[in-house]
């Protein structure tokens, strides 16, 4: 059942949340075949790596600059305005990159790629302060529903649909062609968005004293926050040492058609928001903790599953397998993540920052091992899968075991703020937490006290109420939602 808001909606606000569609739409369109064009391309391991992680360190490093870019603007709609605008420019200029001769073809791919994401997350504060502008705090939970709903199946819908033009194409010898659509239809999508709220007043400036540049200074982190930050790091980085391999095995080696590619990529991302509320429950029962130190070992043997058989049904079973495990870990780990640095934006976003060169990290050593293998006949992909399985047991090992003290949360994490990070072919939707999100329980931001708030109490329930499952997912916002009434309605998603 379609979730109700409980007044009427404020003018503007039907149109933000719509405006999540176009924006995961393009999203979608932009990234989950990224890999297959780097491939016709002609780019080899380190390119592919570097094509699958640049656009994600991108975002991250934005999220250190947002800030000061919405000041120097001179507002926050004249910022979504001209950063969602040289976003779509650049959406565009990737499929013009087959013009250009190789390898001049990849590298031009690189940049262009880097710079439309990177632009993308410069325009994170100023969609939030359309947020806390044009949405009634009362209304968040009926929003962000909406917005959430429409994000998940713009996701879905630009993965499959994208697989399916590429086939039609490919099977009448137009596949270069294919590509130009896709990346222009992403374009249309972001410029459809960014259309969407050109009309809508541009947020005031209620709070000047906090509009000084950020402190880009690294920030002191407590010991529990650091020994999860090591963990989280050393997983990723053995991660992308496969991550932007799979596709390419899966076409080149397999000869998988783009439609079957695209169905395999959007398993995961199924089965995980269709599980995502029965992790919720258990790790409401059991804490983050347990599910994070469960679930990580759970992980580790995902690439190696595509060693044992190259049959489709084969790699459709791993990939739902996949989306269970990675389901529960991402769950337990925005939420370990919450509470070790009470919900802090600048140790967040610093985490987040490093991350993005961890990835990159992890992908030229995988890169390095698909070249060094396939240079010698052997099967370079399947190398780096082997690698990666190896590598996520090492801190699963050594370190995930002494992850303690991570206890229960006061709210449900059935109400998790998770927001679509990226898309990966055997996670589906990368699933994190909000930065600066506060929750009962998480402080106050800098400086806060950490109080906790009943889970029964008004403002408890308030927190509570915005989000089920992934209801609140906003691939490219970065800032914290803010303060919210006491009297937000109990929005399910997805629909019971």
């Known amino acids: 059942m379609a979730a109700k ?98 390898p001049w073809s990849v590298v031009t791919l690189v940049a262009v790629a880097f710079l439309a994401w990177g632009c993308g997350g410069l325009a994170v504060p100023a969609w939030m302060s359309l947020v806390s502008v044009l949405v009634p705090r009362a209304q968040h939970g009926w929003f962000f529903a909406l917005r959430g709903a429409a994000q998940a199946c713009g996701v879905l819908a630009a993965i499959l649909s994208g697989g399916a033009l590429l086939s039609f194409l490919t099977g009448r010898g137009r596949e270069t062609l294919g590509f130009v659509l896709i990346f222009a239809c992403a374009a249309l999508g972001r410029l459809f968005g960014a259309a969407l709220v050109a009309r809508l007043p541009d947020p005031a400036r209620s709070n000047p004293e906090r509009e000084r540049p950020p402190d880009l200074k690294p920030v002191r982190a407590s010991r529990k926050f650091r020994r999860l930050a090591i963990y989280l790091w050393s997983l990723h980085l053995a991660t992308h040492v496969s991550s932007p391999f799979f596709v390419p095995y899966m076409l080149r080696e397999l000869h998988f058609s783009y439609l079957l590619v695209g169905t395999l990529i959007a398993t995961p991302a199924i089965v995980k928001v ?99 293998v396939s240079d010698r006949g052997g099967p370079g992909y399947l190398a780096a899968m082997g690698l990666s399985a190896v590598l996520r047991v090492l801190p699963a090992a050594g370190i995930l075991g002494r992850l303690r003290g991570i206890g229960k949360p006061v709210w449900s994490h059935l109400m998790m703020p998770l927001r679509v990070w990226t898309i990966r072919p055997t996670r589906g939707l990368t699933l994190r937490v909000w930065e600066g999100i506060r929750l009962p329980g998480s402080g106050r931001g800098r400086g806060g006290s950490g109080r906790m708030v009943p889970a029964g109490s008004a403002s408890g329930r308030a927190a509570a109420a915005v989000m089920e499952g992934t209801a609140a997912v906003e691939p490219e916002a970065a800032r914290p939602v803010p303060a919210m009434a006491e009297s937000l309605p109990r929005v399910e998603w997805p629909p019971g």
């Open 274 to 372: 269709a599980t995502l509320r029965m992790w919720g429950r258990l790790a409401d029962r059991l804490g983050p903790g347990p599910v994070l130190r469960t679930t990580g070992w759970l992980v580790a043997p995902v690439p190696a599953l595509w060693l044992i058989s190259q049959s489709p049904w084969w790699i459709l079973a791993a990939q739902v397998y996949s989306g269970l495990v990675w389901g529960a870990f991402e769950l337990a780990q925005a939420s370990s993540i919450l509470q070790t640095t009470r919900a802090r934006e600048r140790e967040v976003a610093w985490f987040n920052a490093v991350d993005g060169g961890v990835l990159i990290g992890g992908s030229l050593v995988g890169g390095a091992v698909v070249n060094l």
């Open 5 to 102: 808001t409980p007044v009427e909606a404020p003018p503007g606000t039907r149109r933000l949340a719509l405006e999540g569609a176009f924006q995961s739409l393009s999203q979608g369109l932009g990234e989950a075949y990224l890999g297959a064009y780097a491939l016709l391309l002609g780019a080899g391991g380190f390119a592919l790596g570097l094509v699958a992680t640049l656009p994600t360190a991108a975002t991250s490093a934005a999220q250190i600059l947002a800030r000061r870019a919405l000041t120097r603007a001179g507002g926050g709609r004249r910022l979504l305005r001209s950063a969602w605008s040289a976003q779509s420019v650049g959406y565009m200029a990737l499929g013009l990159c087959l013009l250009a001769p190789y």
